[in-house]
C-alpha cells in the first residue's frame, strides 16, 4: 500500500512570500489532515477533512493560511504571506475515518519542512 | 494548555535494559491513547494504543499501562534495542465530541547505547 505523498520535502522562502505543499492520503482513507510540528513540540493539527469538507480548522491562522481538498483526495496547503514563525515541518496524515476505534491511528506523510528566513 | 504532557524530553538507556517513557493528561474526556514513533525526516507512525477501558495493551517488546485515576500512561520497552531510538509521542482523544481530535505530547528523545 502506497503512503502519504508530500511535496515539497523542503522549502526556504523569506517573510512575506508565498508557499504551497501538496498532499495526496492513502487511497481510500476519508480523512485527512494537516499538522505543523514547531522544533521541540508535538504536532498540532491546523486542520482536518472528511472527504472535502473541513471537520475543524480553529487552530487554523486563517488571515494567512488556507487549505483545500476540492475532489476529496489530494489537498493543498498555502501560507500567504509567510512569517518567521511558520517554519516548522508540515505534516500531513489521513486515516479512515473519525470517532470509530482505530480511526484515529492516523498514516502520517514524512512532512514538509519549512524555513522562513 | 498543554493537556498531555511529556515532561521528559530524553531518556537514555543501554541496549537490553527497559525504557520506560511517561505521559501525563489533564482532559478527562480522553478516552483512547497513542504512542507514536518519529525517526529524523520521516513522519511520525503509530506503535500502539489503549483504551480507557483497559488498564494493559501489549504488543511484542512494547507494553503500554494506563493509570485512569492518576490520568497517567507509560510506554514499557523490553528489551530496548539501538533501533529504537527515536522521538516517542504520546497522543490522546476523545470518543464522543463534536471535534474529536488527536492531541499530541512534546514527545521524548529516546537513545538507546549499544
Known amino acids: 500500500e502506497a503512503g502519504v505523498a508530500q511535496s515539497p520535502r523542503y522549502k526556504i522562502i523569506e517573510k512575506r512570500q508565498s508557499v504551497a505543499f501538496w498532499c495526496n492520503p492513502i487511497?481510500?482513507?476519508?480523512?485527512l489532515y494537516w499538522y505543523q510540528q514547531i522544533l521541540g513540540q508535538g504536532p498540532k493539527l491546523l486542520i482536518q477533512?472528511?472527504?472535502?469538507?473541513?471537520?475543524?480548522d480553529s487552530q487554523l491562522p486563517k488571515d494567512r493560511f488556507s487549505a483545500e481538498r476540492l475532489k476529496g483526495v489530494d489537498s493543498t496547503l498555502k501560507i500567504q504571506p509567510a512569517k518567521l514563525e511558520d517554519s516548522a515541518v508540515y505534516l500531513c496524515?489521513?486515516?479512515?475515518?473519525?470517532?470509530?476505534?482505530?480511526?484515529?491511528?492516523?498514516?502520517f506523510g514524512a512532512g514538509s519542512r519549512l524555513t522562513v528566513l | 494548555d498543554q493537556q498531555v504532557k511529556q515532561n521528559s524530553p530524553s531518556l537514555s538507556v543501554q541496549e537490553g535494559r527497559i525504557s520506560i517513557l511517561n505521559c501525563d493528561y489533564t482532559?478527562?474526556?480522553?478516552?483512547?491513547f497513542l504512542w507514536y514513533k518519529k525517526y529524523p525526516a520521516e513522519g511520525p507512525t503509530f506503535l500502539i494504543s489503549i483504551s480507557s477501558i483497559k488498564d494493559k495493551n501489549e504488543d511484542g517488546r512494547f507494553t503500554v499501562f494506563l493509570n485512569k485515576s492518576a490520568k497517567h500512561l507509560s510506554l514499557h520497552i523490553v528489551p530496548s534495542q539501538p533501533g529504537d531510538s527515536a522521538v516517542y509521542f504520546c497522543?490522546?482523544?476523545?470518543?464522543?465530541?463534536?471535534?474529536?481530535?488527536?492531541?499530541f505530547g512534546k514527545g521524548i528523545t529516546l537513545s538507546v547505547r549499544p
Open positions: 497522543a490522546a482523544f476523545p470518543l464522543t465530541g463534536a471535534n474529536s481530535k488527536l492531541t
Open positions: 487511497s481510500g482513507h476519508a480523512t
Open positions: 482532559n478527562s474526556m480522553f478516552d483512547y
Open positions: 496524515a489521513s486515516s479512515l475515518g473519525t470517532g470509530l476505534w482505530g480511526a484515529n491511528v492516523l498514516t
Open positions: 477533512f472528511q472527504n472535502n469538507g473541513v471537520v475543524d
